[in-house]
T-cell receptor
Framework: ETGVTQTPRHLVMGMTNKKSLKCEQHLGHNAMYWYKQSAKKPLELMFVYNFKEQTENNSVPSRFSPECPNSSHLFLHLHTLQPEDSALYLC??????????????FGEGSWLTVV | DQQVKQNSPSLSVQEGRISILNCDYTNSMFDYFLWYKKYPAEGPTFLISISSIKDKNEDGRFTVFLNKSAKHLSLHIVPSQPGDSAVYFCAASASYNTDKLIFGTGTRLQVFP
């Protein structure tokens, strides 16, 4: 069992659809993250949750809506996306934010295609 | 403005030889650096890290060197193996903002027999 699992691994959705990405971590961590990886761009931090509280929203459009019901689960709700939102969405976790030497562990990612 | 730069998009190395991947950063507040490795269709996996209080950290075949004055770090893989073929990302963070890892664009390493 991997430490951070994401479902679905692949998702194709229309611009008017509503879908969600799910992430679960089994590492006992308290911080969870959503990152976006587009082609030929660095990984971009989207959201950070620490002990279920959102601590970072990196100017992400409101068509992306995160939800963190507990320290082990993180969702990314998607609605009225654009084709340029097609990317690899990576969930990650770490022990907690605010600690020096914070190592982040990633899931395998969810490939999203918006048509 | 990219704060973490990996200027070589790709690198090809023969099996058994040394692979050297480079990374430069611009923010002098960065004090923790990490390398991640990513295979196609998988998420990045943590490889090795280094704190700014050190200039070298070694873990098996992997060694990371940090030159703070030059704002430069490098990852050495010795000896290189075909299984090391992947994309390598450099990342950095600052003590005041540890949850914000800034990544480079990655270097694709290919190790050929």
């Amino acid at each position: 069992e991997t430490g951070v699992t994401q479902t679905p691994r692949h998702l194709v959705m229309g611009m008017t659809n509503k879908k969600s990405l799910k992430c679960e971590q089994h590492l006992g961590h308290n911080a969870m993250y959503w990152y976006k990886q587009s082609a030929k761009k660095p990984l971009e931090l989207m959201f950070v949750y620490n002990f279920k509280e959102q601590t970072e929203n990196n100017s992400v459009p409101s068509r992306f809506s995160p939800e963190c019901p507990n320290s082990s689960h993180l969702f990314l709700h998607l609605h009225t996306l654009q084709p340029e939102d097609s990317a690899l969405y990576l969930c990650a976790s770490s022990q907690a934010t605010g600690a020096s030497g914070n190592t982040i562990y990633f899931g395998e990612g969810s490939w999203l295609t918006v048509v | 403005d990219q704060q973490v730069k990996q200027n070589s998009p790709s690198l090809s190395v023969q099996e058994g030889r040394i692979s050297i991947l480079n990374c430069d950063y611009t923010n002098s507040m960065f004090d923790y650096f990490l390398w991640y490795k990513k295979y196609p269709a998988e998420g990045p996996t943590f490889l090795i890290s280094i704190s700014s209080i050190k200039d070298k950290n070694e873990d098996g075949r992997f060694t990371v060197f940090l030159n703070k004055s030059a704002k430069h770090l490098s990852l050495h893989i010795v000896p290189s193996q075909p299984g090391d073929s992947a994309v390598y990302f450099c990342a950095a963070s600052a003590s005041y903002n540890t949850d914000k890892l800034i990544f480079g664009t990655g270097t694709r390493l290919q190790v050929f027999p």
